[in-house]
């Protein structure tokens, strides 16, 4: 009697707490989450060099954060730091770091997902940021490399979020970053058959949405909006309807046209 009166009470608390986060959700949904404040806190930013993470660089700038800029090129992390400072940063450091080399990133300031969570436990206060891709959402033709990375990206993330969350650190927060192709030149000659649904991204709507993303503590964010029911399909219907569904949006295709950068020697 007392088992079932404990299962029953764990149901009800359940159905309670599950119908209370839908509401929520919901209510977020129609009014945006308030974006918190992070002047003065400390924002790393690997690739800062150039592209999404020179964006990303100066979208903080503006909001007042300390920046720690790191990339392999040292004259493109440089200008970036700069950037920033005639952005209005007075607080930003470059350093040069291939985070590929463990050694290196160890050397530069021993500071990864490894070394950097026991202090955010410490302290129960950070943001961890993945960038992922939505090629870490569905394979895509003639990208199985890239796919590979952007998966393990994308499930190391998930994975620590739980981690945090079973620890019951609720300071640490997680967004995972999926957007569609970005003009960053990484893949050029790239094409969309339906712009209006899956649009190549200009770089600066990039950055500047994904900000807004993470000052809002969302978990996941994909775009265009458009992928989140591609991944609502892809959870439910035959395997054979997905593939027409591809071939109709001609993604199959997307990276016919593509023209590998060349790299400096």
């Given at each position: 009697?007392?088992?079932?009166?404990?299962?029953?009470?764990?149901?009800?608390?359940?159905?309670?707490?599950?119908?209370?986060?839908?509401?929520?959700?919901?209510?977020?949904?129609?009014?945006?989450?308030?974006?918190?404040?992070?002047?003065?806190?400390?924002?790393?930013?690997?690739?800062?060099?150039?592209?999404?993470?020179?964006?990303?660089?100066?979208?903080?700038?503006?909001?007042?954060?300390?920046?720690?800029?790191?990339?392999?090129?040292?004259?493109?992390?440089?200008?970036t730091c700069k950037m920033a400072q005639e952005a209005g940063v007075t607080r930003v450091h470059a350093y040069t770091c291939d985070c590929s080399q463990k050694e290196e990133v160890y050397r530069v300031a021993d500071q990864t997902y490894k070394a950097f969570?026991?202090?955010?436990?410490?302290?129960?206060?950070?943001?961890?940021?993945?960038?992922?891709?939505?090629?870490?959402?569905?394979?895509?033709?003639?990208?199985?490399?890239?796919?590979?990375?952007?998966?393990?990206?994308?499930?190391?993330?998930?994975?620590?979020?739980?981690?945090?969350?079973?620890?019951?650190?609720?300071?640490?927060?997680?967004?995972?970053?999926?957007?569609?192709?970005?003009?960053?030149?990484?893949?050029?000659?790239?094409?969309?058959?339906?712009?209006?649904?899956?649009?190549?991204?200009?770089?600066?709507?990039?950055?500047?949405?994904?900000?807004?993303?993470?000052?809002?503590?969302?978990?996941?964010?994909?775009?265009?909006?458009?992928?989140?029911?591609?991944?609502?399909?892809?959870?439910?219907?035959?395997?054979?309807?997905?593939?027409?569904?591809?071939?109709?949006?001609?993604?199959?295709?997307?990276?016919?046209?593509?023209?590998?950068?060349?790299?400096?020697?």
């Amino acid at each position: 009697m007392s088992f079932n009166l404990q299962s029953s009470k764990k149901l009800f608390i359940f159905l309670g707490k599950s119908l209370f986060t839908l509401l929520e959700a919901m209510i977020f949904a129609l009014l945006p989450k308030q974006q918190k404040n992070v002047a003065g806190e400390i924002v790393l930013i690997t690739g800062a060099g150039s592209g999404l993470g020179r964006l990303l660089a100066l979208q903080f700038a503006r909001r007042g954060s300390v920046l720690v800029l790191w990339d392999v090129n040292k004259e493109g992390n440089e200008e970036t730091c700069k950037m920033a400072q005639e952005a209005g940063v007075t607080r930003v450091h470059a350093y040069t770091c291939d985070c590929s080399q463990k050694e290196e990133v160890y050397r530069v300031a021993d500071q990864t997902y490894k070394a950097f969570l026991p202090a955010m436990i410490a302290n129960d206060h950070g943001h961890l940021v993945c960038i992922s891709s939505s090629a870490g959402l569905v394979g895509v033709n003639g990208l199985a490399d890239y796919c590979a990375s952007k998966f393990a990206a994308f499930g190391l993330a998930e994975s620590v979020f739980v981690e945090t969350f079973v620890q019951n650190q609720k300071g640490i927060k997680t967004t995972i970053v999926c957007p569609f192709f970005i003009k960053t030149g990484m893949f050029e000659g790239c094409t969309t058959a339906c712009p209006s649904l899956l649009p190549i991204l200009e770089p600066e709507y990039a950055a500047e949405k994904i900000v807004e993303a993470i000052l809002q503590e969302k978990m996941y964010f994909y775009m265009p909006k458009f992928l989140y029911f591609v991944m609502f399909l892809k959870s439910f219907l035959p395997l054979k309807t997905v593939l027409l569904i591809g071939d109709y949006l001609d993604i199959f295709h997307a990276m016919d046209g593509f023209l590998e950068r060349k790299k400096k020697l």
